[in-house]
């Protein structure tokens, strides 16, 4: 996942990058890459460095949270980052540890752009995948996915340990 700084002729500039799913280092409970991840770019140099702002989007097929089915859904993030080169053969700096900043040696021009692409794939996750946003989920006795079919569970058993709560009202 690169991005060759010398493929452009002038600044500011803007560039479109796709990438396979099955080639991105990118794992998550209940959640599949699938078909390309898109990354536009637009960058804007000053100097030596070069400010970035990006759109992600990719295709994913996720879980739902409440009644575990898989469903199609499409993961976007907005995200900024810079590309800074060097004065030297290695960079070391305190900036070098921050993540929104790639650090370049001199005469270097080409940026790998997979840790910030994985960090925006992370921010950009739901906390709470609903296939629907009126998702009944599942019943809690007898598991049957209440969207597809009415529960036959008839009792209830309650634990003898919350019977005396009944009696509070």
């Not at 990118?26 to 000053?46: A, M, P, R, Y």
């Not at 996720?62 to 993030?77: A, Q, V, Y």
């Not at 597809?148 to 005396?164: A, F, L, M, S």
Request: glycine share 6%.
């Amino acid at each position: 996942m690169n991005l060759d700084l010398y493929s452009f002729e002038s600044f500011p500039a803007e560039t479109t990058l796709e990438f396979e799913a099955d080639n991105i280092d990118f794992e998550s409970e209940g959640l599949f890459l699938k078909d390309l991840l898109t990354v536009k770019v637009g960058i804007q140099q000053i100097g030596d460095e070069y400010f970035c702002h990006a759109y992600l989007t990719v295709p994913v097929e996720e879980e739902c949270c409440r009644c575990l089915t898989l469903f199609d859904d499409e993961l976007n993030s907005d995200f900024n980052f810079s590309i800074k080169i060097g004065k030297g053969e290695s960079v070391l700096s305190s900036e070098s540890d921050n993540s929104d900043v790639i650090m370049l040696g001199a005469g270097e021009h080409v940026a790998d752009l997979s840790d910030v692409i994985r960090e925006a794939l992370v921010l950009a996750l739901p906390s709470k995948p609903l296939c629907d946003e009126d998702c009944r989920g599942l019943c809690p006795n007898c598991g049957v996915n209440l969207n597809e079919e009415y529960c036959k569970c008839k009792d209830v058993e309650i634990d003898d340990r919350w019977e005396d709560l009944k009696n509070l009202s």
